[in-house]
């Protein structure tokens, strides 16, 4: 069951690159820079994540980035989504993501699974919003 909002965020994909992936789909890497809102507490947000291409033309995505507060507060995630393609460049992702963090503020989503709504526009700009699913 899909629970409380854990963050919404804005951000933009900074670079691409084309990974190795002998036999299989086109794999693509992606550094996207955010800022975001967690739990109440403005953050910025470096990660990563590749996607390669399946025979069916889905997607299928893994990621792994750091949020950092003003404050200090420091949490990781790790995660994995499927998505889809669509005009000039456009990508739609769902999937989980799961956080780690020693920062009291933040320590309960070491017990969350997340799920996420992961968009970007053909310009690089994204979107996502994640809510700890129940």
Not at 18 to 41: D, H, I, W
Not at 106 to 119: D, G, H, K, Q, T
């Amino acid at each position: 069951m899909l629970g409380d909002k854990l963050c919404d965020y804005v951000g933009k994909i900074t670079s691409r690159r084309v990974l190795s992936n002998p036999g299989g789909g086109p794999k693509m890497e992606a550094f996207p820079y955010t800022q975001l809102c967690r739990s109440g507490v403005e953050t910025i947000e470096t990660s990563t994540y590749w996607s390669v291409a399946r025979p069916d033309g889905t997607l299928f995505g893994e990621g792994q980035g750091v949020a950092m507060s003003q404050e200090g507060d420091v949490a990781t995630w790790v995660g994995q989504g499927v998505g889809t393609m669509g005009k000039a460049g456009t990508v739609s992702f769902r999937g989980a993501v799961f956080y780690h963090s020693t920062s009291p503020r933040w320590s309960r989503l070491n017990s969350v699974a997340a799920i996420f709504e992961y968009e970007v526009d053909g310009d690089g700009n994204s979107r996502s919003t994640v809510w700890e699913w129940k």
